[in-house]
Each structure stands twice: as structure tokens, then as C-alpha cells.
């Protein structure tokens, strides 16, 4: 069931993130070639592609951990606010890894208040004032609380993350980098190790968050979500994203002039049917989808121009899928 | 089985009757070497342990003080102060090389040579170096787990992870509040598997010394009592010495489970 009929959609000039073109070198060897990528605010964007394509590598320098050899990534916190080029890792960007998601000398709710504590506050503040510290570090964990209960996740407040089961520590993870109220959340292969029971349940929640962005841009809000999810499950990448951007070095290089393989780009840009976490998928469109995608960036059939799948913004122009009503 | 359990009593039965026999064996030396030399004193009976016991607690007539507290309150001090130091110096220096690499280049080779030179066997140097008072021993206790105690700091700062620290960044940690805050919490209970594992050396640097140029404490008071065959003193301080080795050593397992019990369940 395609729910192109969803009331606002995204102002497509609000942009969150922003690639421009980037290219990364490891040595002599190119990983990454032309990336230009602009992300909406209130998408929901799954990134996909084979292993060893540059996804990690793509994430790192949205992240800021390792930044590109050339070109910048630029991030706008709020609509029409100061853009900045990404330089190390920084507040506006939450990261959600498969793994040490959470500090594991933390509880659940200490873990989802550290951030604002970090955030909010300086070592000399907490130990030089520390009545007021305490005050506002009890207003912290309420906070925690009321997200991670809204998270079901409730009777975990005060379990370790050797407690919790796999699903519960990634909720927490998302929890705790929301908490921070990100311009963008960063999902690297977040469900990866998980069995496919609490995979679902969480790309549910996923969905969850899409519907509170809707529910924003009818009250002519700003979405309060905007994620970028890493993922090698085309499935999953069709079923939560709005958006299905595939990196693959398999494109006709040659066709564009260039003598040697310059790396992995963008070969797949297109707009994904919408769900809401009640809705049924519509398997037979996830197969059609599937097909085309698994054809462009995982074999590299069928590819005469890196272009030719990479559609999103003539769709938006055009008013497709959720754009329709822009 | 090779690694079958058994249940806790039956460990416990096993640890106690281990105690048991080594007891039992030492009476029967004993006894077998006072039907040879009745007067002897290197194996005592346990009447004359007692004794030995009775002359450490009971107020010396020379100092007008009692042995056991005399060095106790010497040895003591000089151990914990000696720790104190070494494990605050190594903590700096294993935070400052695991966190920032131009330290890690700097003092990792000097700490690893340092690390192989016995203490005991630099004795003069600290001699020279501190003296003869407390400053010498504490010198070379802190100086002598310094080192290893640097590099298990160092070591135990490099296994946190990259997306560990990454994260931390993402959440508004500034540099300090990431070492302070993360890390330093994060390798605290190593640490102290750390202290743990560098009690036992740091009371072998302290006796030594004190046996050569003490004129108060445990090592002093083993050595002057050896001299005499005096090993109904000497016995009852190395099990004072045992019993408090432990006692610190379960000390800090209990401090560990008390409060690092994401720790100890990480370690199984």
C-alpha cells in the first residue's frame, strides 16, 4: 500500500546535509568518486550498496571521523540557519554504530542523559556548582526516562547494557543519540546483528519516527527526523527509507572519458513508497524495486550511464510519490 | 571432565582442607625435629609460635613499644604512600600515551626499558637519589610499578574503542570531558586488576629495602630475628604479611564488584 497521499512533504530547499563532491583516496587507490548528495530534512534516506563499495567510508566523513581527500560535507542545522563544513565529529550529527552503541559503564538512562550533560554543562560546572548540578542532572534523567518510555523501554531505565538484549541496546542507542536533538541521525548498519524478530521491530520504530514527521508537517512544524540509514538489507532499505540512495563501482567509467576506475558513486537515487509502522508492505513492489536495485549497485548489470537510475530530484520536481502535494 | 564445576561447599572443602594438610605437615616436621634437637628454633612448635606471637604484641621493654605496631605503622604507610604515587604517575602518563600519540612515541620506549630493571637491584640509585628515610622507599615503590602499572593504563586506554570515542564527540564531548569522562571511567576497573597484580611486587621492592637499610618495619624486624634463628617471630610476620596481602587484595575485588559489576560480568 503506497501512501503517496501523505498531506505536507519535505520544503525540498530545506536541506539538511549536503556531499559535494566528494572523492576519497586511500593512497593511490580512489574508494570514492563524485558524490554529490543533498538530503531533505524530515527523509529518511537508506544508503546501500555491495561490501567494500565506500558506504563506511561515505558515513566516516558525514560522521567527520575520516573527511574526504577532496570536496566538503556541509550540514544546516535549522531552515535558513548557518550552514557548516564538517571537519571532526560534532553534536548536529548523531551516529548509531552495530556495535559499542552505548558506554557499557552506564545505565539505559544514564547513557540517554550523558549527551545532555556533556552538552549541557562543563566540568568546573559540576564540581564547583554542584547543587545546581544535581538539579538539572535529576532534570536530565527525567528526560531520559520519558524518552526511553516512549521508546518502550521503560522496565530497562536502570540496566546495564550487559542486561539488555541486542534490540534494546540499539533502541537505547537511538534513544540516546536523539536525545541530542540531531540535524541529522546516523545509522551504520544499526540492525545488522540482530535476529530478524527485533530487525522488524525496530525498523518499525524507524517508521514511527517517519509518521512524527508527518505528523509535524501538518502542523507546519519542521520534521523533527531526518536519518541516513547504512545498510547492505535491500529489504529494509526499501521498507523504512522514503529515499534509496545505492553507492557501486560498477558504471561505465569509460563512457565518461575516464582512462582508469576513479572508485564507487552514486548509480541509484529514487524516491520509496512511503509505509506507516500499521501499514502492509507491498512485497510485489519491494521485489520489482529489488530487482532493479540488486541489478545497478550490487552487479553492475545493465549500466550505460551512472545517471540513468538516479532520478530523485527530477521526481520531486515532477511531484511524484510524496512530493505530489509539495 | 577437564573444567567440570563443583559446587561452592565442596570448593570451600577443598580450599580448607588444603590450609588443614599444609598445618598438619608443618606439625609433623616440627615434631620430628624437636625429638632430634629439643632446644631448636628454626621449625618452632606451636607453643613457641606462640610465644613469638605473645613478644610481637606485648610492649618491648627497650622501645617501650609494640613490635607488630612499630612496624606495621611503618611498613604501612610506606606501601600505601609508595602506591599512591605510582599508581597517580602511571594513571598521567598511561592516559597521556593512550590518548595522544606523540606521547605514545615519546615515553613508550623509556617506560619499557624501565619496566625490566628490577627495583631491588637499583636499590643504591634510590639510596643516593632519596636518601635513607621514607622518601627512599616510597621513591622506589612508586618508580617500581610506575611502569608496568603506565603500561597496563596505556593499554587499557587503546582497547576503547574508536566508535566509543566517536560517539562521545557526537554527544558534545570536548577533549578533556572525553578523557575524564569516557575513557578514564571506562579503564578504571582495569586499573585496578592492575594495582592488584602489582601489590604483591611492591611489598617484594619495600621488604628488600627495608631489610638492607631499615632500622624500622617488617623487613627490618625479619631480618634481625633471621640473624637470631628467631623464627618464632619471623613466621608469625610473614603470615601478618600474607593475611594483609590478601586482605588488600580481596579488598579490591569487592571494590571492583561493588562498583564495576558491567565489568566483571565483560570479563567472564
Given at each position: 500500500?503506497?501512501?503517496?497521499?501523505?498531506?505536507?512533504?519535505?520544503?525540498?530547499?530545506?536541506?539538511?546535509?549536503?556531499?559535494?563532491?566528494?572523492?576519497?583516496?586511500?593512497?593511490?587507490?580512489?574508494?570514492l568518486?563524485?558524490?554529490?548528495?543533498?538530503?531533505?530534512?524530515?527523509?529518511?534516506?537508506?544508503?546501500?550498496?555491495?561490501?567494500?563499495?565506500?558506504?563506511?567510508?561515505?558515513?566516516?566523513?558525514?560522521?567527520?571521523?575520516?573527511?574526504?581527500?577532496?570536496?566538503?560535507?556541509?550540514?544546516?542545522?535549522?531552515?535558513?540557519?548557518?550552514?557548516?563544513?564538517?571537519?571532526?565529529?560534532?553534536?548536529?550529527?548523531?551516529i548509531?554504530?552495530?556495535?559499542?552503541?552505548?558506554?557499557?559503564?552506564?545505565?539505559?538512562?544514564?547513557?540517554?542523559?550523558?549527551?545532555?550533560?556533556?552538552?549541557?554543562?562543563?566540568?568546573?560546572?559540576?564540581?564547583?556548582?554542584?547543587?545546581?548540578?544535581?538539579?538539572?542532572?535529576?532534570?536530565?534523567?527525567?528526560?531520559?526516562?520519558?524518552?526511553?518510555?516512549?521508546?518502550?523501554?521503560?522496565?530497562?531505565?536502570?540496566?546495564?547494557?550487559?542486561?539488555?538484549?541486542?534490540?534494546?541496546?540499539?533502541?537505547?542507542?537511538i534513544?540516546?543519540?536523539?536525545?541530542?536533538?540531531?540535524?541529522?541521525?546516523?545509522?551504520?548498519?544499526?540492525?545488522?546483528?540482530?535476529?530478524?524478530?527485533?530487525?522488524?521491530?525496530?525498523?518499525?520504530?524507524?517508521?514511527?519516527?517517519?509518521?512524527?514527521?508527518?505528523?509535524?508537517?501538518?502542523?507546519?512544524?519542521?520534521?523533527?527526523?531526518?536519518?541516513?540509514?547504512?545498510?547492505?538489507?535491500?529489504?529494509?532499505?526499501?521498507?523504512?527509507?522514503?529515499?534509496?540512495?545505492?553507492?557501486?563501482?560498477?558504471?561505465?567509467?569509460?563512457?565518461?572519458?575516464?582512462?582508469?576506475?576513479?572508485?564507487?558513486?552514486?548509480?541509484?537515487?529514487?524516491?520509496?513508497?512511503?509505509?506507516?509502522?500499521?501499514?502492509?508492505?507491498?512485497?510485489?513492489?519491494?521485489?520489482?524495486k529489488?530487482?532493479?536495485?540488486?541489478?545497478?549497485?550490487?552487479?553492475?548489470?545493465?549500466?550505460?550511464?551512472?545517471?540513468?537510475?538516479?532520478?530523485?530530484?527530477?521526481?520531486?520536481?515532477a511531484?511524484?510519490?510524496?512530493?505530489?502535494?509539495? | 571432565?577437564?573444567?567440570?564445576?563443583?559446587?561452592?561447599?565442596?570448593a570451600?572443602?577443598?580450599?580448607?582442607?588444603?590450609?588443614?594438610?599444609?598445618?598438619?605437615?608443618?606439625?609433623?616436621?616440627?615434631?620430628?625435629?624437636?625429638?632430634?634437637?629439643?632446644?631448636d628454633?628454626?621449625?618452632p612448635?606451636w607453643?613457641?609460635?606462640?610465644?613469638?606471637?605473645?613478644?610481637?604484641?606485648?610492649?618491648?621493654e627497650?622501645?617501650?613499644?609494640?613490635?607488630?605496631v612499630?612496624?606495621?605503622?611503618?611498613?604501612?604507610?610506606?606501601?600505601?604512600?609508595?602506591?599512591?604515587?605510582?599508581?597517580?604517575?602511571?594513571?598521567?602518563?598511561?592516559?597521556?600515551?593512550?590518548?595522544?600519540?606523540?606521547?605514545?612515541?615519546?615515553?613508550?620506549?623509556?617506560?619499557?626499558?624501565?619496566?625490566?630493571?628490577?627495583?631491588?637491584?637499583?636499590l643504591?640509585?634510590?639510596?643516593?637519589?632519596?636518601?635513607?628515610?621514607?622518601?627512599?622507599?616510597?621513591?622506589?615503590?612508586?618508580?617500581?610499578v610506575?611502569?608496568?602499572?603506565?603500561?597496563?593504563?596505556?593499554?587499557?586506554?587503546?582497547?576503547?574503542?574508536?566508535?566509543?570515542?566517536?560517539?562521545?564527540?557526537?554527544?558534545?564531548?570536548?577533549?578533556?570531558?572525553?578523557?575524564?569522562?569516557?575513557?578514564?571511567?571506562?579503564?578504571?576497573?582495569?586499573?585496578?586488576?592492575?594495582v592488584?597484580?602489582?601489590?604483591?611486587?611492591?611489598?617484594?621492592?619495600?621488604?628488600?629495602?627495608?631489610?638492607?637499610?631499615?632500622?624500622?618495619?617488617?623487613?627490618?624486624?625479619?631480618?634481625?630475628?633471621?640473624?637470631?634463628?628467631?623464627?618464632?617471630?619471623?613466621?608469625?610476620?610473614?603470615?601478618?604479611?600474607?593475611?594483609?596481602?590478601?586482605?588488600?587484595?580481596?579488598?579490591l575485588?569487592?571494590?571492583?564488584?561493588?562498583?564495576?559489576?558491567?565489568?566483571?560480568?565483560?570479563?567472564?
Amino acid at each position: 500500500m503506497k501512501n503517496d497521499k501523505e498531506t505536507a512533504v519535505p520544503v525540498t530547499e530545506d536541506i539538511v546535509l549536503e556531499c559535494r563532491n566528494i572523492n576519497h583516496r586511500f593512497g593511490d587507490k580512489q574508494v570514492l568518486y563524485n558524490i554529490d548528495l543533498k538530503i531533505i530534512r524530515g527523509e529518511i534516506v537508506a544508503l546501500v550498496g555491495a561490501s567494500g563499495c565506500g558506504k563506511s567510508t561515505l558515513l566516516r566523513a558525514i560522521v567527520g571521523t575520516h573527511p574526504p581527500t577532496e570536496g566538503e560535507v556541509v550540514v544546516k542545522h535549522s531552515k535558513g540557519g548557518p550552514e557548516h563544513t564538517v571537519r571532526r565529529p560534532g553534536r548536529d550529527r548523531g551516529i548509531v554504530y552495530q556495535q559499542y552503541t552505548l558506554f557499557p559503564f552506564l545505565t539505559a538512562r544514564e547513557n540517554v542523559a550523558v549527551g545532555l550533560m556533556l552538552d549541557q554543562t562543563s566540568i568546573p560546572f559540576r564540581l564547583f556548582r554542584y547543587p545546581a548540578w544535581r538539579a538539572l542532572r535529576k532534570k536530565h534523567l527525567a528526560e531520559a526516562d520519558e524518552l526511553l518510555e516512549s521508546l518502550k523501554l521503560g522496565n530497562a531505565l536502570n540496566q546495564y547494557p550487559h542486561e539488555m538484549s541486542g534490540g534494546m541496546r540499539q533502541r537505547v542507542g537511538i534513544a540516546q543519540a536523539l536525545v541530542m536533538k540531531p540535524a541529522i541521525l546516523l545509522l551504520d548498519e544499526p540492525f545488522g546483528a540482530l535476529d530478524e524478530a527485533t530487525r522488524e521491530e525496530l525498523q518499525k520504530m524507524l517508521l514511527t519516527l517517519y509518521a512524527k514527521n508527518t505528523e509535524a508537517r501538518k502542523n507546519n512544524q519542521p520534521p523533527p527526523y531526518t536519518i541516513l540509514i547504512v545498510t547492505h538489507e535491500l529489504n529494509e532499505a526499501i521498507y523504512v527509507g522514503d529515499r534509496v540512495v545505492a553507492l557501486s563501482q560498477h558504471w561505465d567509467h569509460a563512457g565518461t572519458g575516464l582512462a582508469r576506475h576513479p572508485g564507487a558513486t552514486v548509480v541509484y537515487d529514487r524516491m520509496m513508497p512511503v509505509y506507516l509502522p500499521d501499514q502492509t508492505p507491498d512485497f510485489g513492489d519491494f521485489k520489482t524495486k529489488k530487482d532493479v536495485l540488486r541489478n545497478v549497485a550490487f552487479e553492475g548489470r545493465f549500466i550505460t550511464d551512472r545517471n540513468e537510475h538516479v532520478t530523485f530530484w527530477q521526481e520531486v520536481g515532477a511531484g511524484e510519490g510524496w512530493a505530489k502535494n509539495r | 571432565m577437564i573444567r567440570h564445576p563443583i559446587s561452592k561447599k565442596a570448593a570451600l572443602v577443598l580450599g580448607l582442607l588444603s590450609i588443614l594438610t599444609m598445618l598438619g605437615f608443618y606439625t609433623l616436621v616440627s615434631g620430628w625435629q624437636h625429638k632430634t634437637n629439643p632446644d631448636d628454633t628454626t621449625i618452632p612448635t606451636w607453643s613457641q609460635l606462640a610465644d613469638g606471637v605473645k613478644q610481637i604484641v606485648s610492649v618491648d621493654e627497650r622501645s617501650e613499644e609494640r613490635w607488630i605496631v612499630e612496624d606495621g605503622e611503618a611498613t604501612l604507610s610506606r606501601l600505601f604512600l609508595g602506591l599512591f604515587f605510582g599508581v597517580l604517575g602511571a594513571v598521567v602518563l598511561g592516559l597521556l600515551m593512550g590518548c595522544f600519540t606523540p606521547f605514545e612515541s615519546f615515553l613508550g620506549p623509556p617506560l619499557s626499558l624501565l619496566a625490566k630493571v628490577p627495583p631491588t637491584a637499583a636499590l643504591a640509585v634510590f639510596f643516593v637519589l632519596a636518601g635513607t628515610d621514607t622518601r627512599m622507599y616510597v621513591a622506589m615503590i612508586a618508580f617500581g610499578v610506575l611502569p608496568t602499572l603506565a603500561q597496563s593504563v596505556y593499554l587499557a586506554v587503546r582497547e576503547v574503542p574508536d566508535e566509543t570515542l566517536y560517539k562521545a564527540y557526537t554527544l558534545g564531548a570536548s577533549q578533556t570531558e572525553l578523557i575524564w569522562n569516557i575513557i578514564f571511567r571506562q579503564i578504571l576497573p582495569k586499573l585496578i586488576d592492575a594495582v592488584r597484580l602489582q601489590i604483591g611486587p611492591a611489598m617484594v621492592y619495600l621488604i628488600a629495602a627495608e631489610m638492607v637499610v631499615g632500622d624500622v618495619g617488617f623487613g627490618y624486624r625479619i631480618r634481625l630475628q633471621s640473624r637470631l634463628l628467631n623464627m618464632s617471630v619471623v613466621y608469625p610476620y610473614l603470615a601478618v604479611l600474607a593475611a594483609f596481602g590478601f586482605a588488600m587484595d580481596d579488598m579490591l575485588r569487592r571494590v571492583q564488584r561493588f562498583f564495576f559489576r558491567w565489568y566483571v560480568h565483560e570479563k567472564r
